[in-house]
């Protein structure tokens, strides 16, 4: 059995491997009569691809979309919206030695494991190049919910987080980093340029909000808006943690510093915090919705690391290639998308039961 599709009323399946000849998405129940061009998925590939700085990695990727179906005089039409991103700087023989040993830290013996044989160029699907399909689909899904309002941003590298009180929305979109606070970014610059140069890496906090989502979206028990989210953020390949609202930080809370006090309000209750991140019971309760997502450091790395051979022989090794030093850096827009995708399903979810 296989699992590449995600979502129950809007459904996207993701397909290609990072050294393939192209990889895309299949966006279905996306709904008629949406204004549709490679030009609304163009902007967030863009931002998601790689070379753009030194603090990713090197392979020039154009990531450009191409809309092969499901579009009509520039709208959709109802039908299966299939996209694809061709691959165009494949360096393949940078791989030799993973076909001889596993990297550990990376799914190179998982995947072994359960099939008996895997793609070692790049990683194939567990390679984050698989991402480049979610974020185009995540664009399409924006556009389903255009009253909602996403961003995300890096809170922390390498263990240094921002300070909140410096937040600036506008210094997301000026560094490298997508970083809201221009003082961790002058610093991240000397942290990861040390991780690089020493051929290691970092890992990352993503945080993502989403502002204009009403109350009422999400199901109770097994269709929880929350379980959603965290179940697609943990899909992203080098995710290892997801946390809604204060997630673990509310475990070391009191009962009343953790209640979201409630006062009325012109239009419903007006809520003066946020610990549940915009979710009560699986259900939005109108609050901004907030995830924090935590990227391990990439795995491919210079450093030798003690590994076995697939024939279970001691060894050590060295990944060559063109990889990120912080990967985490470049899972914004992947966050950004997922985000989208789930609430635009939930959407659809909730107007199929509850009209609207």
Known sequence: MSFNTFGRALRFTTWGESH???????????????????????????????????????RREPDEVRILSGVFEGKTTGTPISLMIENTDQRSKDYSEVAKSYRPGHADYAYDAKYGFRDYRGGGRSSARETAARVAAGAVARLIVPSVSIRGWVSAIGGDVIDEANFDAEQIGQNPFFCPDAQAAARWESLVDKARKDGSSLGAVVTCEATGVPAGWGAPIYAK???????????????????????FEAATLRGEQNADPMRPGANGPDFEANHAGGIAGGISTGQPVRVRVAFKPTSSILIPVPTVTREGEAGE????????????????????????????????????????
């Open 20 to 58: 393939g000849p192209a990889l895309g998405a299949v966006v279905d129940g996306c709904p008629p009569g949406i204004a549709l061009t490679e030009t609304d998925i163009q902007p967030f590939l863009d931002a998601r691809k790689p070379g753009t700085s030194r603090f990713t990695t090197q």
């Open 225 to 247: 808006l929350d379980a959603d989210l965290a179940a697609g953020m943990m899909g992203i390949n080098a995710v290892k943690g997801v946390e809604i609202g204060d997630g």
């Open 317 to 356: 090794i060295v990944t060559k290639g063109r990889h990120d030093p912080c990967v985490g850096i470049r899972g914004v827009p992947v966050v950004e998308a997922m985000m989208a995708l789930i609430l635009a399903d939930h959407f659809m979810l909730h107007r199929a039961q509850c009209g609207g």
